[in-house]
């Protein structure tokens, strides 16, 4: 099954890991890219092997999505949720007030 298609992807791959660890993360997204296409390239010329192609296409997307996650961008600026108070407070001391008043 690996057609020279995955075997390059599988290079392009490892080859944007090497520039996320140098930092480089433009051009480790543009290699995840190329990878990723050369294994939907490779599964549309060879429609037999579209569940083969699948799994390494989905084993490719997990590595990248770790990495994604852990430096490259897709959770940045995800902050903590932080509780104040509930608005229900305010709403009731609102409805209290026009009742007393």
């Given amino acids: ?3 020279d298609l ?3 992807a599988g290079q392009r791959l490892q080859r944007g890991k090497r520039y996320y660890q140098a930092d480089d993360l433009a051009n480790a997204r543009s290699e995840f890219d190329a990878a990723i296409d050369m294994v939907l390239e490779a599964s549309s010329q060879n429609p037999e092997g579209r569940q083969e ?3 390494v296409l989905d084993e490719m997307v997990d590595t ?4 994604d996650l852990a430096g490259m961008g897709a959770s940045a600026g995800v902050e903590e949720g ?3 108070k509930a608005p229900l407070e ?3 001391e ?8």
Avoid: A, C, N
Avoid at 64 to 67: A, N, T, V
Avoid at 94 to 101: G, P
């Fill in 94 to 101: 609102m409805t209290f007030r026009w009742i007393l008043s």
């Fill in 82 to 84: 932080k509780f104040e």
């Fill in 53 to 55: 192609y699948g799994k």
């Fill in 64 to 67: 990248i999505h770790r990495l």
């Fill in 6 to 8: 995955v075997r390059r």
């Fill in 90 to 92: 305010d709403i009731l």
């Fill in 1 to 3: 099954m690996p057609s």
